[in-house]
């Protein structure tokens, strides 16, 4: 079956400029989180969305950075005027029950941003 | 509050050697606990987990690890090293009261 899918996988872009990022969870799966990893380093927790409840916003570093997601489809998270520091590959994932921490989490390939 | 530490940043093991890659965690409540492996360019895969089942669990790949409570240890092992077990592995720490937590990751090295 299909796993969560990300576009584009590499995005290359002009310091300032607005950038969008595309995740399309796995069919069904209620939880979605977004990750940033910069080179060489673990994973920062961003945002997550949990059915229809209000999104847990606590890791988003500025606000710079917002997501959205319609219902438990498409999720986009936009980084408007883009600094040289949020260049990394950011991750999505997915998992099949609302906000429930036990449930292995299901993840795409990444987005890999630079900004030049 | 909950904490999840990787020991070791980086290992390195021969192939056909054992491999073994530390974990501690700290948790209020009784945790679940997750190993991912992540390969270059690639996206993270679930390797195991533990929820509170049995404290030997068996992941895939040949990998397994053992949850021991008096010890706060999620230790990572395989018995003999493959050159495609080189990637970064993630310790991960859950609980019902609070978000997913990563540990920083280490780097797994096979030498030939």
């Known amino acids: 079956g299909a796993g969560v899918s990300q576009s584009p996988s590499n995005k290359v872009t002009e310091k300032g400029k607005d950038v969008e990022l595309r995740c399309d969870p796995i069919s069904g799966h209620t939880a979605l989180y977004w990750y940033r990893q910069r080179l060489g380093q673990g994973l920062e927790f961003l945002i997550y969305f949990q059915g229809n409840s209000a999104p847990d916003k606590s890791g988003l570093p500025s606000d710079r950075f917002s997501a959205e997601r319609t219902g438990e489809s498409v999720s986009t998270l936009t980084i408007q005027r883009t600094q040289q520091e949020d260049s990394a590959v950011y991750l999505c994932?997915?998992?099949?029950?609302?906000?429930?921490?036990?449930?292995?989490?299901?993840f795409g390939d990444g987005t890999r941003l630079s900004i030049l | 509050a909950q904490s999840v530490t990787q020991l070791d940043s980086h290992v390195s093991v021969s192939e056909g050697t054992p491999v073994l890659l530390r974990c501690n965690y700290s948790s209020s409540y009784s945790p679940s606990l997750f190993w991912y492996v992540q390969h270059p360019n690639k996206g993270l895969q679930l390797l195991l987990k533990y929820t509170s089942a049995a404290t030997l669990v068996k992941g895939i790949n040949g990998f397994e690890a053992e949850f021991k409570k008096s010890e706060t240890s999620f230790h990572l092992t395989k018995p003999s090293a493959h050159m495609s077990d080189a990637a970064e592995y993630f310790c991960v720490v859950g609980s019902s009261a609070s978000k997913i937590i990563f540990g920083s990751g280490t780097r797994l090295s096979i030498r030939p």
């Open positions: 994932a997915s998992s099949p029950r609302t906000g429930v921490s036990n449930q292995p989490q299901h």
